[in-house]
């Protein structure tokens, strides 16, 4: 993460006083990992030499975010000549506090200079989080960690790509996207590969290029029940080819074909790739061709750090529900090994099943959906506990397969209404604030 910052105080105020309060501002976001760029205090002197010292030494560096910072009074246009420059950019408008002194205030009015700017910042058609110090508090810095970070996180999510082989499982319609909007408005890629050319670059896949992943997955995953090699040696040639293809496209995140595609045609499910994919390629991976579940993986993961695990629906209580998955997920969100089996659903047989523990503790629930080429992220946090249960239709006795009830904080009927797909995105710890910040950023809605 990277700020360009600017502090600012009337050339009448005592120079010294301005300079040691930004001096001190500016540490205390350096201290939260943000790299600055930064200069010294600007005021308004009637030739415009700060000004033009401070756009000199901003246009040295490339930064996400600029953090205008005021530790007192300034007339809006020393400001407004700097901001005109970075209008493109995301702001912080950040008053500092004054001091107590003697049994009373004195203070440099920085929030006289703030409030003149704050709805000027707005007409102007900035994007900006006006935040402020209050005297004897900490300084806001969750709030200017959370904004910078997502500024960040908007500039790696733009030219990201979504690989698909195969297109819309099931027939699917909320799976479906809106490519021209997607690209315009996050930068973001849908390329689609064929299953024929995933088979025709795992032809070419050696024995010797399978073996260490065999021998690695053996030694790191806990069998329930042994496993075919061959099963597996075919699981490696599969994920091996497409990590190939994902390679060379560049793609950050996955989705295939599964009901229809993998299983169907191939007799293959593709939980074993899936869980490759995700841990050994680091991409983050959804089934069923979910375009905006992938999307929403690769926002949540460029915000938090995390993989962005997928889970769906399976039943919803008074005030929790039972969310899990019925073939994978990642060893990120595994509470100890990696469980595996192998068991039947239907009409599918041989597949190697997920069955680990998920861990449990405060979840970020969130996806992103469309109308058209508007765009709504979906968001909740609750607290997530193990449960026994089982899914009608699998062989007995029925895997456990990975789950979590999540107790929400917001009442579910209210959670239920807005809901916009069955696959939903977690991250653990609460973070909707920076979701906030993020959709503020990208002009997206937020239910």
Excluded at 223 to 250: C, M, T, V, W
Excluded at 331 to 354: D, M, P
């Amino acid at each position: 993460m990277k700020a360009g910052f600017v502090g600012f105080g009337e050339i009448n105020s005592p120079p010294e006083l301005i300079k040691a309060k930004c001096s001190i501002a500016a540490a205390e976001i350096a201290s939260l990992g943000i790299e600055l760029v930064t200069t010294a205090p600007v005021t308004d002197d009637e030739a415009g030499r700060d000004v033009a010292r401070a756009l000199e030494d901003l246009d040295r560096g490339n930064f996400d975010v600029l953090i205008i910072c005021l530790a007192g009074w300034i007339p809006s246009h020393a400001v407004i000549a700097i901001t005109s420059r970075y209008k493109h950019k995301p702001m912080i408008l950040w008053g500092l506090a004054g001091d107590i002194e003697n049994g009373r205030i004195v203070t440099a009015a920085a929030q006289a200079g703030t409030t003149a700017l704050r709805k000027v910042f707005a007409d102007l058609g900035y994007r900006f989080k006006y935040v402020y110090n209050i005297i004897g508090k900490p300084s806001p810095l969750p709030k200017i960690w959370s904004f910078v970070a997502a500024a960040a996180a908007e500039r790696s999510v733009a030219h990201t790509k979504v690989g698909m082989m195969g297109f819309r499982d099931m027939k699917l319609y909320n799976t479906i996207y809106e490519g021209i909007s997607l690209k315009r408005d996050f930068g973001i890629e849908v390329e689609f590969f064929e299953m024929l050319e995933m088979l025709q670059e795992s032809e070419k896949v050696e024995d010797a290029a399978i073996e260490p992943l065999l021998t690695k997955i053996k030694a790191a995953w806990d069998f329930e029940k042994p496993a075919d090699d061959s099963f597996l040696r075919k699981g490696i040639q599969y994920y091996l080819a497409i990590s190939k293809i994902a390679k060379n496209h560049r793609f950050d995140a996955v989705s295939l074909k599964d009901v229809d595609g993998m299983k169907k045609i191939l007799h293959f499910p593709p939980a074993l790739i899936f869980m490759l994919l995700s841990d050994e390629a680091g991409l983050c991976t959804i089934p069923e061709n979910d375009v905006m579940g992938a999307v929403t993986q690769i926002i949540v993961k460029h915000l938090t750090g995390q993989c962005g695990a997928y889970f769906e629906f399976y039943e919803f209580f008074e005030n929790s529900v039972l969310m899990g998955v019925p073939d994978y997920v990642p060893a990120e969100v595994v509470e100890g090994r990696v469980k595996v089996t192998q068991s039947a659903f239907g009409g599918i047989s041989g597949g190697l099943l997920n069955v680990s523990q998920v861990k449990a503790g405060r979840v970020t629930l969130a996806r992103l959906s469309n109308t058209g080429d508007r765009y709504t992220l979906h968001v909740v946090t609750g607290t997530a506990k193990p449960g026994a249960w089982e899914e009608a239709g699998w062989e007995q006795p029925a895997p456990q397969l990975p789950s979590f009830e999540l107790t929400l904080d917001t009442p579910v009927e209210a959670f239920a209404e807005n809901i916009s797909g069955q696959h939903y995105i977690i991250a653990y710890g609460d973070h909707l604030q920076l979701l906030k910040d993020f959709c503020y950023l990208k002009n997206i809605n937020v239910i």
